[in-house]
T-cell receptor
Framework: DTEVTQTPKHLVMGMTNKKSLKCEQH?????MYWYKQKAKKPPELMFV???????INESVPSRFSPECPNSSLLNLHLHALQPEDSALYLC?????????????FGPGTRLTVL | AQSVTQPDIHITVSEGASLELRCNYS??????LFWYVQSPGQGLQLLLK??????LVQGIKGFEAEFKRSQSSFNLRKPSVHWSDAAEYFC????????????FGAGTILRVKS
């Protein structure tokens, strides 16, 4: 099984809402990633978890809060977002975060902030 | 700093014709280089990668890429394009000295005409 699943597929939220994005993999991978992709732009790294510890935070605003409850799960908690945060949020995983290990991407969650 | 340039925003080729997508990178050391493909509304799929060794790399779906250090290039090729190859293609460089971060180019949208 080389699949990364993400839920929900689509999410519409107001600026005062609190919501969460979920990502799951069962490949035994120990590194997991959140990327943000605006329309017609490349993905941009937000966070990396390695062995369930946050290893990279690309200066992401605190209204985005990642969580890695176990090695298979990655959440992204959203609070007080802005309309400019509307984007495709991609989750990825790799064996252990080393560069030569392939990152497997999920299909993404399409987020719209009203 | 690491950067990736994909000079062509859009490319249109006829079905059955050959394809070359250009990628130039800027990185101080020997780069880790990747090509990913993204279909509309989907996540990214790895086509191929280069770390060292043979400079001509074979990937999935009949794609290949050639690493040319003297030109700082890693162009993607396919001898005969199929309509199902229509997608967006991203070249990426792995920044080992930045926590194994992937830096993506802006992408090239491939259209295939019948």
């Amino acid at each position: 099984d080389t699949e990364v699943t993400q839920t929900p597929k689509h999410l519409v939220m107001g600026m005062t809402n609190k919501k969460s994005l979920k990502c799951e993999q069962h490949m035994g991978h120990r590194a997991m990633y959140w990327y943000k992709q605006k329309a017609k732009k490349p993905p941009e790294l937000m966070f990396v978890y390695s062995y369930e510890k946050l290893s990279i935070n690309e200066s992401v605003p605190s209204r985005f809060s990642p969580e890695c409850p176990n090695s298979s799960l990655l959440n992204l908690h959203l609070h007080a977002l802005q309309p400019e945060d509307s984007a495709l949020y991609l989750c990825a995983s790799s064996q252990d975060g080393r560069m030569y290990n392939e990152q497997f991407f999920g299909p993404g969650t399409r987020l719209t902030v009203l | 700093a690491q950067s990736v340039t994909q000079p062509d925003i859009h490319i249109t080729v006829s079905e059955g014709a050959s394809l070359e997508l250009r990628c130039n990178y800027s990185y101080g050391a020997t780069p880790y280089l990747f090509w990913y493909v993204q279909s509309p509304g989907q996540g990214l799929q790895l086509l191929l990668k280069y770390f060292s060794g043979d400079t001509l790399v074979q990937g999935i779906k009949g794609f290949e890429a050639e690493f040319k250090r003297s030109q700082s290039s890693f162009n993607l090729r396919k001898p005969s394009v199929h309509w199902s190859d229509a997608a967006e293609y991203f070249c990426a460089v792995g920044a080992v000295d930045k926590g194994n971060k992937l830096v993506f180019g802006a992408g090239t949208i491939l259209r295939v005409k019948s």
